[in-house]
């Protein structure tokens, strides 16, 4: 097993373009990384770097204590893990997880137990003398992914592999491979730019946009305390909703001022952050996610809130919660996802996450509750967020 | 429901006949046939509409798109991949997208190189046209990240194969590939054609004499070989200029042209330092072309046009004087070539191509030469060809399913795994 070290790593191509720009991650022994972005933002232009495919314009590479940046891609102990294993009809799961194994040279008796080991750790014990026809559409992607196990590698490299699956089958091996890498403790760099995916499976999320290194920390933290715009809108789903108004100090705390309504903010989160203050007068970001709003005549006392009063567009009923859609007069915030289906011309539309017993229709006026102490504030030149 | 469609001078079928707004593995229609696949993690149907076959791919629309614009970039390179030729996306139901390729005419899937007699001598080529495929996608720029047998169609040429890219869903498009990228294509596939080949093995369909592994070891020994013939730079004594051009023949005996060559003394002057700028395999292919307007792959090319100057010399011989290669491959092909075909029966026209049809009349001129210690012209050799050995070939236009026994269980496979 290993660390893998990437240190200021640079990455531009003949015609100029850059594509990562001085990324630096540490990957501990054991770790599961998820890098994550929007298409086109360099994420898979990391990973090929990390396994040799692209060379490094610049920084350092480390795998375990050696600079890999010249190594050769098949002396770097690594193994990437793709999302087309062919599994072969007429071989059994035991041939189709360790017939590379002959390639590799591995001396038989050292394939049996490789592969019996797989096997173990994947609960395919029981299938090993089973053709691929007789498995369920899981085994089957196990079967693949013992392929991968039996190399024994010091790490794993894995681009999207669950892009080419159904929908069911990608919501299962999610688990699945997030099960598999805390049981084999293989340090593991995982890249896709589906969000749900990064935010379910690693033990740590990297969100990298245009090349450049947005924030890694651990999901929970990522949704929680977002460094900027574009990583508060990128994660999480619904996005966060997003506004733009001028920020006014007043002697019960603040308000910004969101179309033709205003937004009142207690007194306590100007206190718990004092950096607002030199927002006085001038343009800001304010976020909230879905599930920070509800029906105002439903929310439990002692909460701290403030109001907005809008008009129901569309209602999803999902069973345990309802989604509510309802425009506000005021500008889309273009995030910086170019991937986010946004008319900027448009005004904003917001969604919130309510309590089922709520029963607004399309047309009702309803109040909106936002919990003031889950309120995000950002910077609109900078696109930075104020925790302090 | 959208259905694009690239113009095409064959009128497609009319897909609106079929039921769209189903999944693929339900449809049943007449026209609907079943032809040999290799293991595909997607539903795969075929049509056929007169003598034309196209095939149908059920997958995800960001898939079908990338392939959609891959393949046609490819195409529009004069590389060897299947023709594309629409989606139908939108279809509803959340069902897949549907993109529609025309179906390689005379082409042989793995599987039937290596389950119908009478082709073990294809099956050494096998490998060699898979090197060449890899080296011509990676002078390209194309990495193509799944190359398996599967994923391969060959088409006879001239006694040799000539592999054709059908799927391109892992598929990218650099300005130039790395070596890293090279490297790892080759891992790739290596270890798919080895599972290929084991699989067939184990389903008994393979002769005892092939050791998968070892035609795996060759596949990266006959890349790395033709990789380093087209790119590699040489440094020559400047006395041995020839050199350069006996390099540039090997590159055209190869079949591939190059527009420059980048020279630069060494050494105080007395080394050349050399390396050929290869652009494009097909170099016999594009002389038959502009001289005869015959179409063949690059071996049936290599082939015809030995024979054409071979006739040109004997025109020569008998006036006295050379002939300009124009007129020398006008008689060759009116005089030569056309009767040559003219004399195989129309109705067993459709079981080799032209071009594949007049090398094996050669073939079977050269066997005849052979047995009666005589010379013996074409025409002859042609109407004793249709006559004695074409007859018993099989129809390669299309070849549709007829081994039911060996088929039905790759089949099964096939489908449970393009469930997955």
């Not at chain 1, 920390?217 to 619904?238: C, E, M």
């Not at chain 1, 999803?316 to 509510?324: M, P, Q, R, Y």
């Not at chain 2, 890899?134 to 088409?155: P, Q």
Request: net charge negative.
């Amino acid at each position: 097993m290993a660390q893998v070290v990437l240190d200021k790593i640079d990455k531009i191509y003949p015609n100029g373009f850059q594509a990562v720009t001085e990324l630096s991650l540490e990957i501990e022994d054991g770790e599961f990384l998820v890098l994550v972005g929007p298409s086109g933002c360099g994420k898979s232009t990391a990973l090929r770097m990390i396994a040799g495919l692209e060379e490094i314009s610049g920084g350092e590479m480390r795998i375990g204590d050696r600079i890999v940046n010249d190594v050769e891609p098949k002396d770097r102990d690594i193994a990437m893990v793709f999302q087309n294993y062919a599994l072969y009809p007429h071989m059994s799961v035991y041939d189709n997880i360790g017939f590379a194994l002959k390639l590799a040279k591995v001396p038989k008796e050292e394939a049996d137990v490789r592969i019996r080991e797989a096997a173990r750790i994947l609960e395919l014990e029981d299938n090993l003398d089973r053709k691929p026809g007789q498995l369920s559409g899981g085994q089957r992607q196990r079967v693949a992914m013992g392929r991968a196990i039996v190399r024994k590698p010091s790490a794993f490299l894995m681009d999207e592999p669950l892009s080419n699956l159904d929908a069911k089958l990608r919501v299962q091996m999610r688990a699945e491979i997030a099960r598999l890498q805390r049981e084999l403790g293989v340090t593991t760099f995982y890249v896709t730019h589906d969000q749900v995916e990064a935010m379910t499976m690693g033990d740590r999320v990297a969100v990298i946009k245009d090349g450049v290194l947005q924030q890694v920390d651990t999901p929970q933290k990522l949704y929680d305390r977002p460094n900027n715009v574009f990583v508060a809108a990128f994660i999480g789903s619904p996005s966060m909703n997003l506004f733009e108004g001028i920020f006014s100090l007043n002697s019960e705390g603040a308000s910004v001022a969101l179309g033709s309504q205003t937004l009142q903010i207690p007194a306590p989160v100007i206190e718990a952050r004092p950096g607002l203050r030199r927002f006085d007068g001038k343009s800001l970001i304010f976020g909230v996610r879905p599930e920070d709003m509800n029906d105002a005549a439903l929310v439990e006392s002692g909460l701290v809130t403030t109001n907005i009063t809008a008009e129901v567009a569309l209602i999803e009923a999902l069973g345990a919660d309802i989604l509510v859609h309802f425009p506000l007069d005021t500008p889309v915030v273009d995030s910086g996802d170019p991937d986010a289906v946004q008319d900027l011309s448009e005004n904003t539309m917001v969604v919130g996450r309510f309590d089922p017993r709520s029963r607004p229709r399309p047309g009702d006026t309803v109040d909106v509750a936002i919990n003031a102490a889950r309120m995000n504030f950002f910077d609109s030149e900078s696109r930075l967020a104020i925790w302090e | 429901m959208r259905i694009q469609l690239i113009t095409t001078t064959d009128p497609q079928p009319d897909y609106l006949e079929f039921p769209l707004d189903t999944p693929l593995k339900e449809w049943d229609h007449p026209d609907l046939v079943e032809i040999p696949v290799g293991v595909h993690r997607h539903v795969v149907r075929f049509i056929r509409r007169g003598d034309r076959l196209y095939a149908l791919k059920e997958l995800p629309n960001e898939l079908a798109d990338r392939e959609w614009r891959l393949l046609r970039h490819l195409g529009a390179e004069n590389l060897p991949v299947v023709d594309v030729l629409g989606v139908v996306a939108e279809r509803g139901n959340d069902l897949d997208d549907i993109l529609i390729t025309r179906h390689l005419e005379f082409s042989l899937p793995f599987r039937f190189l290596f389950t119908r007699s009478g082709l073990p001598q294809l099956r050494t080529k096998l490998i060699d046209s898979v090197a060449v495929l890899l080296v011509r996608m990676h002078l390209a720029g194309f990495w193509w990240g799944d190359c398996s047998l599967s994923n391969t169609l060959f088409r006879r040429d001239a006694g040799s194969l000539s592999a054709w890219l059908v799927d391109t869903e892992t598929g990218e498009l650099h300005p130039k590939l790395s070596d890293g990228q090279r490297a790892l294509e080759l891992d790739i596939a290596q270890v798919n054609i080895l599972g290929g080949l084991m699989d067939l093995e184990q389903g008994g369909q393979l002769s005892e004499e092939i050791d998968p592994t070892d035609v795996v070891v060759q596949l990266r020994e006959r890349y790395d070989a033709l990789w380093d013939e087209l790119t590699n730079e040489q440094a020559v004594d400047v006395s041995e200029r020839q050199l350069i051009d006996d390099r540039l023949k090997r590159l055209n005996d190869l079949g591939f042209d190059t527009t420059e060559v980048m020279i630069k003394p060494d050494n105080d002057g007395s080394l050349i330092r050399f390396k050929p700028v290869v652009v494009e395999a097909g170099h016999h292919q594009r002389q038959l072309e502009r001289l005869t307007g015959i179409h063949a792959l690059e071996n049936q090319a290599r082939r015809l046009m030995n024979d054409l100057h071979s006739y040109g010399a004997w025109l020569a011989s008998q006036t006295g004087q050379p002939l300009p290669e124009a007129v020398a491959a006008y008689r060759w092909l009116t005089e030569v070539f056309e009767p040559a075909i003219a004399a195989v029966p129309s109705e067993l026209r459709d079981r080799r191509e032209a071009p594949e049809l007049f090398h094996e009349i050669l073939e079977h001129r050269d066997s005849l030469v052979e047995a009666r210690h005589a010379p013996i012209r074409v025409p002859e050799a042609a109407t004793s060809y249709a006559l004695r050995a074409l007859p018993f070939a099989e129809t390669e236009r299309a070849l549709l399913e007829t081994d039911e026994e060996t088929n039905a269980e790759t089949d099964k496979a096939s489908n449970d795994l393009s469930a997955t």
